[in-house]
């Protein structure tokens, strides 16, 4: 059975950042990953901060998020694979590709 993830632009009080959202064999939350900059082609890289799962719902939602923590736009979604230290990607309308989690630094390849 295929996993599926999520990439959420989220923005707060004008900032924005990425919320990266991954369904984890047999857990009912997402594991979730807030990167500074969303990652486009190889090696790019950016700094990211592993957030409390959230719940299975944001797979599918937009919108105002509750508590006055602004709003979620999906940007990409599909399926998704974990490799180690890292996760590939498959979106559902592009080539898929492999982000890198190590430290405190995200990289696409």
């Given at each position: 059975m295929a996993l599926s993830y999520v990439i959420l632009e989220h923005t707060v009080n004008g900032t924005k950042?990425?919320?990266?959202?991954?369904?984890?064999?047999?857990?009912?939350?997402?594991?979730t990953l807030q990167l500074q900059a969303r990652l486009l082609k190889p090696g790019d890289t950016c700094e990211f901060k592993e957030l409390e799962p959230h719940r299975r719902a944001y797979?599918?939602?937009?919108?105002?998020?509750?508590?006055?923590?602004?709003?979620?736009?999906?940007v990409e979604r599909g399926t998704?694979?974990?490799?180690?230290?890292?996760?590939?990607?498959?979106?559902?309308s592009a080539v898929c590709y492999r982000i890198e989690i190590a430290d405190d630094r995200a990289a696409r390849w």
């Open positions: 950042h990425f919320d990266l959202m991954l369904e984890v064999p047999g857990k009912e939350k997402l594991r797979l599918e939602y937009e919108g105002e998020v509750s508590g006055g923590r602004g709003q979620v736009k999906r998704c694979e974990a490799l180690g230290k890292s996760v590939l990607l498959s979106p559902e």
